[in-house]
């Protein structure tokens, strides 16, 4: 079983609510990822969690905050978006944290900011 | 020079014809490559990892000349279901799960 989720799939936002996005996988991975895609753009990375600890943060805001509860979940907590941040947010994962390793998506949420 | 730069594309192909996607990419300490699929509006699937010595799925035949820093996917026989955007992915160097994705190539395959 190859299987990521994400919940929600779709989701709306005005720009001060607060929301979260959650991502699970039972595969026994250790790294998990957060990717951004916009419409006809390629993904691009957010963040990656090794072992449960941030590795990696690419810049981005802290509007968007992550947390690994454990070593099967990963969530994104939004608060204050701009309409600029209505994307897919993919969420990934994969045996380790290496280049060699298979990551396997899920099916993104959706998310459209008002 | 991007860090992965793919064909634009789109292509528009018949059924059964042969069609191949190329990539460079400017990193020659790059280490890992990988062509994932992704249909409109889904997520990337894997298609196939790139080995130095060339690999083939079936259908499908990647190949990767490290001199030239150069990747190539041929689909043969293509089948409607063939329909979706090609990604060529290079792992980052420097840090071995930061994955790099190109901005992918549209393939239409008509009846």
């Known amino acids: 079983d190859t299987e990521v989720t994400q919940t929600p799939k779709h989701l709306v936002m005005g720009m001060t609510n607060k929301k979260s996005l959650k991502c699970e996988q039972h595969m026994g991975h250790r790294a998990m990822y957060w990717y951004k895609q916009k419409a006809k753009k390629p993904p691009e990375l957010m963040f990656v969690y090794s072992y449960e600890k941030l590795s990696i943060n690419e810049s981005v805001p802290s509007r968007f905050s992550p947390e690994c509860p454990n070593s099967s979940l990963l969530n994104l907590h939004l608060h204050a978006l701009q309409p600029e941040d209505s994307a897919l947010y993919l969420c990934a994962s994969s045996q380790e944290a290496r280049g060699t390793d298979t990551q396997y998506f899920g099916p993104g949420t959706r998310l459209t900011v008002l | 020079r991007k860090e992965v730069e793919q064909d634009p594309g789109p292509f528009n192909v018949p059924e059964g014809a042969t069609v191949a996607f190329n990539c460079t990419y400017s990193?020659?300490?790059?280490?890992?490559f990988f062509w994932y699929r992704q249909d409109c509006r889904k997520e990337p699937k894997l298609l196939m990892s790139v080995y130095s010595s060339g690999n083939e799925d079936g259908r499908f035949t990647a190949q990767l000349n490290r001199a030239s820093q150069y990747i190539s996917l041929l689909i043969r026989d293509s089948k409607l279901s063939d329909s979706a955007t090609y990604l060529c992915?290079?792992?980052?160097?420097?840090?071995?799960?930061?994955?790099?994705f190109g901005k992918g190539t549209l393939l239409t395959v008509n009846p």
């Open positions: 992915v290079v792992n980052r160097a420097g840090s071995n799960y930061k994955l790099t």
């Open positions: 990193n020659s300490a790059s280490q890992s």
